[in-house]
């Protein structure tokens, strides 16, 4: 068992710049948010950090823990990216509206990088979420496959209420997760879900004390790693293409996971 607001596991940073640091303990890789007095606000250079943690994650990793340090898991993107001098060495948000389409599309695109390889299908993604979750810092804790949250825990999608849209790959997981009507009621409104809600709706999948949370997600992240990698791999593959099949389609799928899965525990796989 880990202390609240400890790293699960030990192991020296791997990767520390930017407000994001990494560390792998054999199976285990846990990346946190670390900036703390900012209530782990975000910003482009946050983002590649984050892109750059799932780059450098060794084969031997099955369970990624996201988590923030500080009260609060992330309150989104760093308000510095609306003035007009923006951040050091980045372009700001407004010489970003006045250019050319495709660079804003492009660097759009960069950004959203740190989003999407949570989904892979070598790992399993959870994020310990406590705290405010608030924009880009809803969208991040969407872009795991499961959440634990505390039960203080506040998410909030206030991209639309100031003028803006959930860009950071937010919004595919989030109707799937609670339906087209409530993702359009919970973006429009820009109101807070607190944690019987999310656990109500499907936002997270366990909600615990504050002081449980990390206890929590090492329970998880157990209880993960006990199945065979291959099989968690290939079930993972196939619930992820469900939405893009029928049931016919789906029951070949299965059919022919299985059939891999069978020649592999025989000693025939190729």
Known sequence: MVSPGSELGGSAPVLDKDGVRLTVDEAVATVTLANPAKRNAQSPALWRALAEAGRMLPGSVRVVVLRGEGKSFSAGLDRQAFTPEGFDGEPSFIDLARGDDGVLDATIA?????????????????????????????????????????????????????????????THPLVGLVGYARALEICATGRFVHAPEAERVGLANLVVPADQLDASVSDLAAALLAAPRDAVIETKALLQGVSGRTYEEQRTAERAAQGRRLRDLAGLGE
């Not at 740190?114 to 299908?121: G, H, V």
């Not at 496959?145 to 950071?168: C, H, K, N, Y």
């Open 110 to 170: 960069e950004y959203q990088e740190a989003f999407t390889w949570w989904r892979r299908s070598d790992i399993v993604s959870v994020a310990a979420v406590q705290g405010h979750a608030i924009g880009a810092g809803f969208q991040l804790a969407l872009a795991c496959d499961l959440r634990i949250v505390a039960d203080d825990v506040q998410f909030a999608m206030r991209e639309t209420s100031l003028g803006l849209v959930p860009d950071l790959t937010g």
